[in-house]
């Protein structure tokens, strides 16, 4: 594998830079979306919400609330999805609208380095894995500009995210 010599990738940081890329997304399809905000939880507690969206197409009435989770190692990424929906279920939300609740988590696969490795046959298999996971979206981005990311001992070539609906509240 050629070193595209790519000097950064966002997907690789963190949740929050993931959220900001989505959010990114949201605005450019057509919808509004605010990131890391302050909510109630629970019954008295205050935390935040890692996305929100609403359509800005008026025949919708639902809005969207989003918990994101990272992961690094595809083992994981079932129970950081259902963890993710346990946490969305947690706002205290208004009546007055529909609300989709929504777990997320961004997979962020790491390929060992090895000689005369085949970086688009292992994000195929990667690609492949997601017939292993209960989703209900599933999307990936694989760059060419960065499938040469090597950090350490590691090529990181890409995101794959896979979303769950954890609940749908109708308006009262």
């Not at 993931?18 to 509004?32: E, P, T, Y």
């Not at 490795?117 to 492949?128: A, L, P, Q, R, T």
């Amino acid at each position: 594998m050629k070193n595209v010599n790519t000097p950064d990738a966002p997907y690789f940081y963190s949740e929050r830079a993931n959220i900001g890329v989505l959010s990114a997304a949201a605005w450019r399809a057509g919808w509004v979306s605010l990131e890391e905000f302050n909510i109630k939880k629970h019954l008295t507690k205050r935390g935040r919400c890692d996305l929100w969206f609403w359509p800005l197409d008026k025949n919708e009435e639902e809005d969207e609330y989003v918990e994101a989770k990272l992961e690094w190692k595809f083992g994981k990424v079932s129970n950081m999805l259902d963890k993710a929906k346990e946490d969305v279920k947690k706002l205290r939300l208004s009546n007055n609208y529909k609300h989709l609740l929504i777990g997320l988590v961004f997979y962020c696969p790491m390929i060992k380095r090895q000689p005369k490795i085949n970086i688009d046959s292992k994000i195929n298999e990667i690609i492949n894995l997601k017939k292993s996971i209960d989703w209900d979206v599933v999307a990936w981005s694989f760059p060419k500009e960065s499938r040469g990311l090597r950090i350490g001992a590691f090529y990181y070539p890409g995101i794959v995210l896979f979303a769950k609906i954890a609940e749908s509240k109708k308006k009262i």
